[in-house]
């Protein structure tokens, strides 16, 4: 009566499971080492003086440590300018992509409406169109609308984000329809349900989108480096591509530019770590 195969099962497969664990944990530690040496690299290099960046044999650390890279930087003035610059669109970035999505996504969701199906399929489509052929027509209406140069022909078109409104629309397909129907029957309009009832219960989704939304707005160089020209309206990204080719080789201030244009979005994540984890375990960006 007694099955005696059952425990010896289980415990193979309690092997199996922490063998898989362990090389995760070993996979994840090698990704990790192959992120930070470059950083570590880049650290230790904005820390030398010219002179010792490009001796042989290759060193960490140098004869003797200098914050002198940093302070010409800083005495340059524009690492601050660009630093509000990349804050301030990214900030509105992030805000406007989170309405637009989430609204855009509360319809698909929701609300029934015709040509809801051919719409989604044209947003889906958006998804395989890459950002850089639309490159192009975009700086011709920002030019046509008088934006080029200003910081709403950076912030505009970045605003649009297929992906954010479907991971939006998997988080409201998530709330149970009875919450709907009951705030319908109480009077509540589609606006309120979703501005008091939706987006309280999809946080953890707005904060996923947010700082995904705000570290790649961040991050973006291409589309800001053609629709600005003046060095007054620069983000970190493309004011760092300007200064690297002033400077030429002047490799330990081009690697504290890189450090000082890092730093920010480093303290982001440190701030909300936690956010991002349970945004990607409850919005499904993990796959």
Not at 20 to 42: D, Q, S
Not at 58 to 65: H, N, T, Y
Not at 81 to 103: C, D, E, K, P, Q
Request: hydrophobic letters at 60%.
């Amino acid at each position: 009566m007694t099955a005696v195969p059952a425990p010896r099962a289980t415990l193979g497969v309690g092997r199996s499971s922490s063998l898989a664990r362990a090389l995760i944990y070993v996979a994840l530690i090698v990704l990790a080492i192959v992120w930070l040496v470059p950083f570590l690299w880049a650290l230790a290099t904005s820390f030398k003086p010219d002179a010792e960046t490009t001796v042989a044999p290759v060193s960490w650390r140098a004869e003797k440590e200098t914050f002198e890279a940093y302070r010409l930087i800083i005495e340059d003035g524009r690492i601050l300018r660009w630093w509000f610059n990349s804050f301030l669109t990214a900030t509105v970035i992030t805000a406007g992509t989170i309405f637009t999505a989430s609204l855009a996504a509360f319809a698909f969701s929701r609300v029934r409406f015709r040509g809801s199906e051919a719409l989604m399929w044209l947003l889906l489509a958006g998804l395989i169109v890459p950002f850089q052929a639309l490159i192009v027509p975009l700086f011709a209406e920002m030019t046509a609308f008088g934006l080029a140069d200003t910081y709403w022909g950076i912030i505009l078109p970045q605003i649009a984000s297929p992906i954010a409104v479907l991971v939006f629309k998997r988080a409201f397909d998530a709330i149970p329809t009875e919450l709907e129907e009951s705030a319908l029957v109480d009077g509540a309009s589609h606006w309120r349900i979703y501005w008091q009832i939706w987006l309280p219960l999809s946080r953890a989704t707005i904060a996923a989108v947010g700082i995904f939304t705000f570290v790649i707005a961040w991050n973006n160089f291409l589309w800001p480096f053609v629709v600005t020209s003046a060095a007054d309206r620069m983000t970190i990204p493309a004011g760092l591509a300007t200064v690297l080719a002033q400077y030429g080789a002047l490799y330990a201030q081009q690697m504290a530019l890189a450090v000082l244009g890092a730093l920010p979005l480093l303290v982001v994540f440190l701030l909300f770590q936690r956010q991002i984890v349970q945004g990607i375990a409850n919005t499904g960006l993990k796959g």
